[in-house]
């Protein structure tokens, strides 16, 4: 076979949920060519992620920052993969993106078209919004031939992390964790206010819930650490962990919640990567474009006549679209799957 030996590279993207996205696409080209190595250029955060998903044979990471030129540092990585590939697929759709497998001088270059990259790319697809109207089908198509990619009618596995067990039972000591069932709460959406529930609601939700017999646990980055302290305010069996866990942890710690409540951020992805049951509040964005990839989730959208803006703050300043989501909403969809959690483990 032809293809069984391609020694194939990514050019990742530079947020957390579109990396756990990428995997359907790693997943995708590992099935499609056996035997293929695959090497991965990302941004160094992303590292602990991408070690964490079997099809990724190389973590090539790239030094430079969101918004970031960076040549010399492109440069110097295109110098050492000069020769060790031979296809490339770019998922950003920029133009800097573009530039390191140019400049490795590797043979097939695939992206889609966008920023006058006309000369990097050797294989340049158009994108069709409406066929691909998912994140995740505009990485997967990129790996398939394009006859078949134009169809929209391929497959798209489901990511799956790697779950680190003897990692989770240092974090459990280190943190105090305690043998109640564990709830997840991730506030943060790097995106913007647009997509974050109140603050004071996850608060209410948290009550409810240690008195329930939960422990909640909130995720998040060192950003984060004042919201997730306004969450656990003078709550006894609540964890505020913003900034005080690595990506990696977080992926062993939520796999070993219960369920978890989150905006749409890049931590809903992990979650969703883990096979935990997730309650995914969608404000200004779509769960249309960027679903939680998993059957194990449910869904919270009001669907209001301004959704989704795609706005980083509401531009009607009222933000009804999280603000009318109401912590009772959430709190039953949530009583609901514990009670079935509970009937199942009963009967079983």
């Known amino acids: 076979m032809a293809n069984s030996a391609k020694r194939i590279l990514v050019v990742g993207p530079s947020w957390v949920g579109d990396m756990v996205m990428a995997q359907s696409l790693f997943m995708t080209l590992k099935d499609r060519n056996p035997g293929a190595t695959l090497g991965v250029v990302a941004p160094a955060w992303s590292q602990p992620i991408l070690e964490r998903m079997p099809e990724v044979d190389e973590v090539l990471p790239l030094a430079v920052g969101h918004g970031e030129f960076g040549l010399a540092s492109r440069r110097e990585l295109a110098a050492r993969l000069r020769g060790r590939f031979d296809r490339a697929i770019v998922l ?113 939700l948290a009550v409810r819930l240690v008195k329930d017999g939960f422990e909640v646990r909130v995720f998040g980055g060192p950003k984060d650490h004042a919201a997730g302290d306004s969450i656990v305010k003078g709550l006894p069996h ?78 009607l300043g009222h933000t009804n679209c999280l603000n009318d989501l109401g912590v009772e909403q959430v709190y039953r969809a949530m009583s609901v799957d514990s009670q079935r959690a509970n009937g199942a483990n009963v009967s079983a």
């Open 92 to 204: 950003p759709r920029s133009w800097k993106a573009a530039l390191v497998p140019f400049m490795a001088r590797i043979p097939e270059r695939i992206g889609f078209l966008g920023e006058h990259r006309y000369g990097l790319l050797k294989e340049r697809r158009k994108l069709d919004k409406q066929v691909l109207d998912q994140t995740v089908k505009r990485f997967v198509s990129l790996g398939l031939p394009l006859e078949e990619a134009i169809q929209g009618e391929f497959e798209i596995p489901t990511p799956r992390l790697t779950i680190d067990r003897n990692n989770l039972v240092n974090l459990r000591l280190t943190h105090a964790l305690s043998s109640r069932p564990a709830i997840g709460m991730m506030p943060g959406a790097e995106y913007g206010p647009a997509k974050q529930w109140p603050l004071g609601y996850f608060h209410a």
């Open 238 to 315: 609540a964890h505020n962990l913003c900034g005080k866990t690595q990506l990696a942890d977080a992926v062993d710690l939520l796999a070993d919640c219960r369920q978890v409540v989150t905006n749409d951020s890049g931590l809903m992805h992990v979650a969703a990567a883990v096979g935990v049951r997730i309650h995914a509040l969608y404000g200004s964005s779509s769960p249309a474009y960027t679903p939680p990839l998993t059957d194990n989730a449910v869904i919270h959208y009001l669907a209001l006549s301004c959704s989704p803006c795609f706005k980083r703050t509401c531009p």
